[in-house]
């Protein structure tokens, strides 16, 4: 793990990587306190807790995962309307569609694409 990949980031690439990671902290708090499966949370939050470790060190298949289980967090905080959670759902979901954006910008996607390019000097030798 080297720290000054992410200090080294572009501020939007810092930005999307702090805000999945802050969407999921809030989906997995609420989660835990509002619901009777609390046997999965932990479980989720050691995937979020190794997802957020290759997403610092700007891994471009950590970004396209990142993407789609933000997505997927989408539509299990739709799940919180139904039962009548109104306000949790629509910032569950607001955090979730603004690290997708995020992530899919063009800026972080460049970043994330070039850092993840394997190094032509070591293919060589």
Same mark, same amino acid.
Not at 16 to 37: C, E, G, P
Not at 50 to 58: H, M, R, Y
Not at 95 to 107: E, H, K, N, S, V
């Given at each position: ?42 479980? &989720?939050?050691? =995937?979020?807790? +190794? /997802?957020?470790?290759? %997403?610092?060190?700007? #891994?471009?298949?950590?970004? @396209?995962?990142? !993407? &789609?289980?933000? =997505?997927?967090? +989408? /539509?299990?905080?739709? %799940?919180?309307?139904? #039962?009548?959670?109104?306000? @949790?759902?629509? !910032? ?10 995020? %992530? ?22």
């Amino acid at each position: 793990y080297r720290p000054e990949i992410f200090f080294s980031m572009p501020q939007k690439a810092k930005i999307a990587v702090s805000l999945w990671l802050v969407s999921w902290i809030w989906y997995l708090m609420t989660t835990y306190n509002l619901t009777n499966d609390q046997d999965n949370v932990p479980k &989720m939050a050691i =995937a979020v807790a +190794i /997802l957020v470790i290759f %997403l610092s060190q700007a #891994q471009n298949w950590a970004r @396209i995962i990142a !993407v &789609m289980i933000s =997505a997927m967090g +989408i /539509l299990f905080s739709s %799940l919180f309307f139904f #039962q009548g959670f109104i306000m @949790i759902a629509t !910032v569950d979901v607001m955090l979730f569609a603004g690290a997708i954006i995020y %992530l899919m910008t063009p800026t972080v996607a460049r970043h994330f694409k070039q850092h993840s390019a394997p190094d032509k000097d070591k293919e060589e030798k």
